[in-house]
T-cell receptor, first 115, second 112 residues
Framework: GAVVSQHPSWVICKSGTSVKIECRSL??????MFWYRQFPKQSLMLMAT?????????EQGVEKDKFLINHASLTLSTLTVTSAHPEDSSFYIC???????????FGPGTRLTVT | GQSLEQPSEVTAVEGAIVQINCTYQ??????LSWYQQHDGGAPTFLSY????GLEETGRFSSFLSRSDSYGYLLLQELQMKDSASYFC?????????????FGIGTKLQVIP
């Protein structure tokens, strides 16, 4: 089946620093990638949708200058949390779909802790 | 915008059948998906319904009624490993582009 990886699995950083999270589709071409954040015992909140080679579409309330998304190729998307604050601590999950597909394949998630 | 409603918690006995309902409000509806997520893990895809009716995949079945904006996930012969959160998710283009919005999730606890 389709596999999506994320790196790193977890990261601890200090306030004010930036963190980059990578999302890769390992065995298929991901025309669309989604970025979610999930707080404990809550649902997945869509942050942005990105298509290869174009700018990401951010959901209302998500700061595009703070959460930089780049979908440079059909197998790689990155999320950079800039000037991180403790309230950015969360579980960040990416997912990917192929052309015309409806099934989302999720990465294992990245747990970010900002101290 | 979109909204989805599903129960927050359900408890069922091992070997029994449980149904998790989901109602939604959206425009530009494409389909309804179901995902399973164990604590600390990532969601995994269970099913997708674009048309009315029942889709069966092993012990799991999913139903959709587009006219009622309603769907459900049916889990049969429950096993302890089925204890997890189950999310319904709507695929639509109400914002001018296709995206998927998740419900709050239903935490299923299977007891012996």
């Amino acid at each position: 089946g389709a596999v999506v990886s994320q790196h790193p699995s977890w990261v601890i950083c200090k306030s004010g620093t930036s963190v980059k999270i990578e999302c890769r589709s390992l065995d298929f071409q991901a025309t669309t990638m989604f970025w979610y954040r999930q707080f404990p015992k809550q649902s997945l909140m869509l942050m942005a949708t990105s298509n290869e080679g174009s700018k990401a579409t951010y959901e209302q309330g998500v700061e595009k200058d703070k959460f930089l998304i780049n979908h440079a190729s059909l197998t790689l998307s990155t999320l950079t949390v800039t000037s991180a604050h403790p309230e950015d601590s969360s579980f960040y999950i990416c997912s990917a779909t192929g052309t015309g597909a409806y099934e989302q394949y999720f990465g294992p998630g990245t747990r970010l802790t900002v101290t | 915008g979109q909204s989805l409603e599903q129960p927050s918690e359900v408890t069922a006995v091992e070997g029994a059948i449980v149904q998790i309902n989901c109602t939604y409000q959206t425009s530009g509806f494409y389909g309804l998906s179901w995902y399973q997520q164990h604590d600390g893990g990532a969601p995994t895809f269970l099913s997708y319904n674009a048309l009315d009716g029942l889709e069966e995949t092993g012990r799991f079945s999913s139903f959709l009624s587009r006219s009622d904006s309603y769907g459900y996930l049916l889990l049969q012969e429950l096993q302890m490993k089925d204890s997890a959160s189950y999310f319904c998710a709507v695929r639509d283009d109400s914002g001018g582009y296709q995206k998927v919005t998740f419900g709050i999730g239903t935490k299923l606890q299977v007891i012996p």
